[in-house]
Nanobody
Framework: VQLQASGGGLVQAGGSLRLSCAAS????????MGWFRQAPGKEREFVGA????????YYADSVKDRFTISRDNAKNTVDLQMNSLKPDDTAVYYC????????????????????WGQGTLVTVSS
């Protein structure tokens, strides 16, 4: 199983970035997909998630209305569009895959996810 995240980089505050995660080795269309981030010295935190079918999403309050998750089950990819970026968004961003029930509590919990990508660094300068 491999989850390969890409698209990170350096951006100025107010700018945008689009992260992508390509999955292999799993039946992608049966997995709920999540994005998490970890800033230096902090715990990994939930960013957002999308249900296996793509029909439902859920976001952390800190990114709601700025970030959008989408997926393409034909291409086995999940994207995170990040707009209006802030310095506080600086972190390593990880994609993760989980089977099972969809609930806000479950999909926002690190321990719910079976597989993780290697992470991609996003740096937002002020």
């Amino acid at each position: 199983v491999q989850l390969q995240a890409s698209g990170g980089g350096l951006v100025q505050a107010g700018g945008s970035l689009r992260l992508s995660c390509a999955a292999s080795g799993i039946t992608f269309s049966t997995y709920n997909m999540g994005w998490f981030r970890q800033a230096p010295g902090k715990e990994r935190e939930f960013v957002g998630a999308i249900i296996w079918s793509g029909g439902v999403t859920y976001y952390a309050d800190s990114v709601k209305d700025r970030f959008t998750i989408s997926r393409d089950n034909a291409k086995n990819t999940v994207d995170l569009q990040m707009n209006s970026l802030k310095p506080d968004d600086t972190a390593v961003y990880y994609c993760a895959a989980a089977q099972g029930i969809w609930s806000k509590v479950v999909v926002s919990t690190v321990g719910s996810y079976e597989y993780w990508g290697q992470g991609t660094l996003v740096t937002v300068s002020s």
